[in-house]
Nanobody, 120 residues
Framework: QVQLVESGGGLVQAGGSLRLSCAAS????????VGWFRQAPGKEREFVAA????????YYAESVKGRFTISRDNAKNTVYLQMNSLKPEDTAVYYC?????????????WGQGTQVTVSS
């Protein structure tokens, strides 16, 4: 079974940076897309960033474009979300996810979520 383990969340002041990590077990990320999502209190879960299954293309929500970067370390089987210039509105629980079927974008496996809190 695929398991995603997240780390790196925490409390940071506005303008600061955090790097979230998502380590996979049970299979490699090779051939599979990876996405980051977030959910703020009282809000629906929203898309943040994704890396295509072949690792060539990245996609970002307009609200984070230019500030967040998604990347993958194949040797460590880990995906990262580098978050810079953080704003209070970035406060949310962040989740990583990956599909159960190779070369698709239908997310099946989800991490437990990690809290990111940005103070003003």
């Amino acid at each position: 079974q695929v398991q995603l383990v997240e780390s790196g969340g925490g409390l940071v002041q506005a303008g600061g940076s955090l790097r979230l990590s998502c380590a996979a077990s049970g299979r490699t990320f090779s051939g599979y897309a990876v996405g980051w999502f977030r959910q703020a209190p009282g809000k629906e879960r929203e898309f943040v960033a994704a890396l295509s299954w072949n690792g060539v293309s990245t996609y970002y929500a307009e609200s984070v474009k230019g500030r967040f970067t998604i990347s993958r370390d194949n040797a460590k089987n880990t995906v990262y979300l580098q978050m810079n210039s953080l704003k209070p509105e970035d406060t949310a629980v962040y989740y990583c996810a990956t599909p159960g079927v190779a070369r698709t974008y239908e997310y099946e496996y989800w991490g437990q979520g990690t809290q990111v809190t940005v103070s003003s």
